[in-house]
């Protein structure tokens, strides 16, 4: 863990660069512009931000130097930015206090696409940790802070090496597991979901493993027209649904 917060990866595009601009600036090593960038007004805005706030500004025409993938949509500002999104498991629930935190752990979701798309919820619906195998799962590179907009920095990220056994230590800490079934369990909202709870998704085609599944307390399927949702959006609606019901309850995330 402590080699990883010492490395640092490359982010690009407007949204995730501004992100990180506004919120932890002493995040970013350097930021990267392509020549002609800062013509356009919010262009002007970012670097303008990234001046009062003392960040180093290079130009750069072959972003593919600095880590960006070749044909990735930079719009022409990249950065270097450290791993601000780790957080250690054990730390995680050795300070965990709260009666309705809410949470989400991937079970071998390989996709980036998908999990910076399911980050970017999770900071949406104030979700307070996302908890990722370390192994047979997407890392946390630039394409996966690209999907989120940037919002990772929003929340902490938790690699563990055992997901089974990361849940049955949060059941111990009196936190519910609900694993997301696109077959069996029970309809979504016809479940009391204001506890504290984390929410289970599975791998895309494939769904959680099995071991996995038998170890969530119960499973909520979500109805639907089509044959399954694509993971992001369904771990999307599951936040959605968890939340109304705390805001009816009038319970705080």
């Given at each position: 863990?402590?080699?990883?917060?010492?490395?640092?990866?490359?982010?690009?595009?407007?949204?995730?660069?501004?992100?990180?601009?506004?919120?932890?600036?002493?995040?970013?090593?350097?930021?990267?512009?392509?020549?002609?960038?800062?013509?356009?007004?919010?262009?002007?805005?970012?670097?303008?931000?990234?001046?009062?706030?003392?960040?180093?500004?290079?130009?750069?025409?072959?972003f593919?130097?600095?880590?960006?993938?070749?044909?990735?949509?930079?719009?022409?500002?990249?950065?270097?930015?450290k791993?601000?999104w780790?957080?250690?498991?054990?730390?995680?629930?050795?300070?965990y206090?709260?009666?309705?935190?809410?949470?989400?752990?991937?079970?071998?979701?390989?996709?980036?696409?998908?999990?910076?798309?399911?980050?970017?919820?999770?900071?949406?619906?104030?979700?307070?940790?996302?908890?990722?195998?370390?192994?047979?799962?997407?890392?946390?590179?630039?394409?996966?802070?690209?999907?989120?907009?940037?919002?990772?920095?929003?929340?902490?990220?938790?690699?563990?090496?055992?997901?089974?056994?990361?849940?049955?230590?949060?059941?111990?800490?009196?936190?519910?597991?609900?694993?997301?079934?696109?077959?069996?369990?029970?309809?979504?909202?016809?479940?009391?979901?204001?506890?504290?709870?984390?929410?289970?998704?599975?791998a895309?085609?494939?769904?959680?493993?099995?071991?996995?599944?038998?170890?969530?307390?119960?499973?909520?399927?979500?109805?639907?027209?089509?044959e399954?949702?694509?993971?992001?959006?369904?771990v999307?609606?599951?936040?959605?649904?968890?939340?109304?019901?705390?805001?009816?309850?009038?319970?705080?995330?």
């Amino acid at each position: 863990m402590k080699k990883l917060q010492n490395e640092l990866i490359p982010v690009w595009g407007l949204h995730p660069v501004e992100e990180f601009l506004k919120n932890c600036p002493w995040a970013i090593s350097e930021i990267f512009v392509n020549p002609s960038f800062g013509r356009k007004q919010h262009q002007k805005k970012l670097l303008n931000l990234a001046q009062k706030k003392g960040v180093k500004i290079k130009q750069q025409t072959n972003f593919t130097l600095i880590g960006v993938p070749a044909g990735a949509v930079h719009q022409g500002i990249a950065a270097l930015v450290k791993p601000v999104w780790q957080y250690p498991i054990d730390k995680l629930l050795s300070s965990y206090e709260s009666e309705n935190g809410l949470f989400v752990a991937c079970d071998q979701i390989t996709d980036p696409q998908n999990l910076g798309a399911i980050i970017r919820s999770c900071a949406a619906f104030g979700v307070k940790s996302v908890i990722l195998p370390e192994r047979s799962s997407a890392k946390i590179t630039g394409t996966v802070v690209k999907a989120s907009a940037g919002t990772i920095i929003h929340v902490k990220v938790c690699m563990v090496k055992n997901l089974i056994k990361t849940l049955v230590a949060m059941r111990q800490k009196g936190i519910s597991t609900a694993g997301l079934a696109a077959e069996g369990g029970h309809k979504i909202w016809d479940q009391n979901l204001t506890g504290p709870l984390v929410l289970v998704a599975g791998a895309e085609g494939k769904g959680l493993r099995y071991l996995v599944k038998k170890s969530c307390d119960m499973l909520l399927n979500i109805p639907s027209k089509v044959e399954s949702l694509n993971v992001s959006s369904a771990v999307s609606v599951a936040l959605y649904e968890t939340v109304r019901q705390r805001e009816r309850a009038g319970i705080l995330i």
